[in-house]
């Protein structure tokens, strides 16, 4: 029995496990021991807990109380806790997920004991490291010694970087390299069968007739002008097309807008008629506003991808994405926010044709992953 320690912290890696997670249970239980271990990065029950129960991944078997806010401090925190985990649980690999500081800490921790990483989500490049997701997704990658891809990109990605699949035993030294499609896709696909109308009903909400928007990234949220800029942008939007806006707000982004607007802007955004904010909103839900909107608006890499798989075309709210081929695929356009209009490029994507070819695997990439650890590990 193989025994995987997988570590999750933040809201885009609880969705991601449960693909994982639901592999092992249904297919490879006989085979793989998971033990998941919760960073405490979120803490807040909306963006954590509710996760697990909606997404039906086995509890936690440790869950860390961090004190720490900050990325050094959190970091820090998580590979001392994780040092305890490993002298007990003794596993036979680490599997973290993504760009966060968990993803980091696991990687770090895990490879300085000489216990092999295995990275889901692996070599995509934003090419600012001003973002700290970007260094934590360039370490982890090189600290990794299986490498899961969920787009050729992110393959040319790592073979830049010299990360290239080795012919050899599997080692940190030979790292093994695969496409195999996004675990996230592997979600949509299979929870959009449990989405019912109750949701859009109980916001009294009909399909194609809101737009969707998210916003939580600090590069967005803790500028106080850049914050303003797009609270502009959405109150001239709302106010030249006549559209309902739907905005589940990331605590963090509550706080900012309180912080960063005086009484009266806030008083503006947050009453607006055409703004409806909502409190944030579960995976299942999200997946309900997203096959239901006419088109999103955010600045979320997982919503950028979703957006995708529902076919709705999506406004970035950022200067670059990773997410690269929905750009090249006329599916979706950078905002910057300083120097672009919003409602100049709604009306474009409203008025052309877009097509959604399948850039993100066959929705069967949580298997391929496991064949793959149990071929290799």
């Excluded at 885009?12 to 592999?23: E, H, L, M, V």
């Excluded at 509710?50 to 050094?72: C, D, M, R």
Aim: with cysteine; charged share 20%; glycine share 4%.
């Amino acid at each position: 029995m193989l025994k995987i320690l997988t570590l999750v912290g933040a809201r885009p890696q609880f969705i991601k496990a449960a693909a994982i997670s639901r592999a092992v249970q249904n297919t490879f239980s006989s085979k793989i021991e998971e033990v998941i271990v919760h960073s405490g990065q979120h803490y807040d029950a909306n963006m954590s807990a509710v996760f697990f129960e909606e997404l039906a991944i086995p509890k936690p078997k440790y869950t860390f109380n961090l004190f720490a806010s900050g990325h050094a401090g959190q970091t820090a925190e998580i590979l001392h806790n994780l040092e305890n985990v490993f002298a007990v649980e003794k596993p036979n690999a680490v599997l973290v997920y993504g760009d966060t500081n968990t993803t980091l800490a696991g990687a770090l921790a895990a490879s300085k004991a000489s216990i092999p990483v295995i990275h889901i989500e692996a070599g995509l490049r934003s090419f600012n490291k001003s973002m700290p997701e970007e260094i934590n997704r360039i370490l982890t990658d090189h600290c990794s010694n299986l490498l899961f891809c969920p787009t050729q990109t992110a393959i040319e990605n790592l073979r830049n970087e010299s990360l290239i699949h080795s012919s050899a035993t599997c080692s940190l030294d030979n790292p093994k390299v695969y496409y195999c499609g996004d675990v996230m896709y592997d979600n949509s696909l299979y929870f959009s069968k449990q989405v019912d109308d109750s949701f859009l009903q109980s916001h009294s909400l009909e399909a194609t007739s809101f737009l969707l928007f998210t916003l939580h990234r600090p590069s967005n949220t803790d500028h106080p002008q850049r914050l303003m800029s797009i609270c502009k942008m959405i109150l001239d939007l709302v106010e030249k097309q006549q559209i309902c806006i739907v905005f589940p707000i990331h605590p963090r982004t509550l706080k900012a807008l309180q912080t960063h607007l005086n009484t009266e802007e806030f008083e503006l955004f947050s009453n607006h008629p055409l703004i409806k904010i909502i409190k944030p909103a579960s995976f299942l839900e999200m997946i309900s506003l997203e096959m239901n909107c006419e088109m999103v608006i955010t600045d979320s890499g997982g919503v950028q991808k979703e957006a995708y798989f529902f076919e709705k075309p999506c406004l970035i709210l950022r200067s670059e994405t990773e997410w690269i081929e929905i750009i090249n695929q006329g599916a979706a356009a950078l905002i910057d926010v300083d120097k672009m209009d919003l409602n100049t490029q709604f009306e474009l994507f409203s008025a052309k044709e877009i097509k959604f070819p399948k850039l993100f695997g066959d929705g069967n990439s949580a298997e391929f992953i496991c064949k793959k650890i149990l071929e290799l590990l």
